[in-house]
C-alpha cells in the first residue's frame, strides 16, 4: 500500500503559463521525491502598464510518500 500527499506550489514566469508550470515542477523536484502528478489548480497575470508582466499557476502536486 502506498500513500500519497498533495502540496500546492504558485510558479511564475516572464515567458507563459507553460513556462510556469515546467519551471515550477522542476523546482518541486528538487525537493519532493517521487513526484506522481500535478494539476493546475488556477492561473493568473500580473499586468503592468496595459502589458501581461507575469505569468502565475498555482500547482497541486502529488507525491508518493517513501516507506
Known amino acids: 500500500m502506498s500513500v500519497a500527499k498533495v502540496t500546492e ?10 513556462d510556469a508550470i ?3 515542477l522542476k523546482r518541486a523536484d528538487k525537493t519532493l ?7 493546475v489548480k ?3 497575470v500580473a499586468v503592468k502598464d496595459g502589458e501581461i508582466h507575469e505569468y502565475r499557476v498555482i500547482l497541486k502536486v502529488t507525491f508518493v510518500l517513501a516507506g
Open 22 to 24: 515546467k519551471s515550477g
Open 42 to 44: 488556477d492561473q493568473q
Open 33 to 39: 521525491k517521487n513526484i506522481r502528478s500535478a494539476w
Open 9 to 18: 506550489i504558485i510558479c511564475e514566469s516572464e515567458t507563459s503559463f507553460e
